[in-house]
């Protein structure tokens, strides 16, 4: 195994060690001062079962923080294997809402269909986490159906081919 210190390393060498880490993908959506806002996240943990917590890390950087780091409610989306065209959408824009339902929850937040869960949250805790926040939820209402999950792994997407 390769092994080195971050801090005097490149910052490619960190992601790449990060990367190993395999996740699933979400999108996190709020309603910011100009609208609805989304971004692509694999960041999402669960956290606590009573009472019900999730967390997930914007970055300081992204011109979403703001919207996020002070929303009172977010509804946190797991993708579907068939939803990268969503991952993509939210990576890229935050305001990309075209074409859509407008579906809301009735605190107001914008709605994803096809996910394969779904977390509304209220704003719970925000905690200091480096050049990100690590906000945590309180999950109001879940849902979810079966189906396939979008995985993210060493910077490639792809879905379960084999069950063990
Ligand atoms: C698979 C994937 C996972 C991501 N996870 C996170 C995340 O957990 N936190 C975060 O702040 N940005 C994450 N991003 C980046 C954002 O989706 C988005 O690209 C970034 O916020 C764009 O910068 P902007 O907000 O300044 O426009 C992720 C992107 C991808 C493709």
């Given at each position: 195994?390769?092994?080195?210190?971050?801090?005097?390393?490149?910052?490619?060498?960190?992601?790449?060690?990060?990367?190993?880490?395999?996740?699933?993908?979400?999108?996190?959506?709020?309603?910011?001062?100009?609208?609805?806002?989304?971004?692509t996240?694999?960041?999402?943990?669960?956290?606590?079962?009573?009472?019900?917590?999730?967390?997930?890390?914007?970055?300081?950087?992204?011109?979403?923080?703001?919207?996020?780091?002070?929303?009172?409610?977010?509804?946190?989306?797991?993708?579907?294997?068939?939803?990268l065209e969503l991952c993509r959408r939210f990576a890229r824009?935050?305001?990309?809402?075209?074409?859509?339902?407008?579906?809301?929850?009735?605190?107001?937040?914008?709605?994803?269909?096809?996910?394969?869960?779904?977390?509304?949250?209220?704003?719970?805790?925000?905690?200091?986490?480096?050049?990100?926040?690590?906000?945590?939820?309180?999950?109001?209402?879940?849902?979810?159906?079966?189906?396939?999950?979008?995985?993210?792994?060493?910077?490639?997407?792809?879905?379960?081919?084999?069950?063990?």
């Amino acid at each position: 195994m390769d092994q080195f210190t971050p801090e005097s390393s490149s910052p490619e060498d960190f992601r790449a060690a990060l990367g190993r880490y395999a996740t699933g993908v979400t999108v996190v959506t709020t309603v910011g001062n100009r609208g609805p806002v989304g971004i692509t996240a694999n960041s999402f943990t669960s956290l606590s079962l009573a009472p019900p917590l999730v967390l997930w890390c914007p970055a300081r950087s992204s011109a979403r923080f703001p919207a996020f780091e002070t929303a009172r409610h977010y509804a946190i989306h797991v993708l579907a294997a068939d939803q990268l065209e969503l991952c993509r959408r939210f990576a890229r824009a935050a305001a990309d809402f075209d074409g859509l339902p407008t579906e809301e929850t009735p605190e107001g937040l914008p709605l994803l269909p096809g996910c394969l869960a779904r977390f509304d949250c209220a704003a719970y805790a925000v905690h200091e986490g480096g050049d990100h926040a690590i906000l945590v939820g309180r999950v109001l209402r879940a849902s979810l159906r079966d189906g396939e999950p979008l995985l993210f792994w060493g910077g490639r997407y792809g879905d379960f081919l084999h069950h063990g």
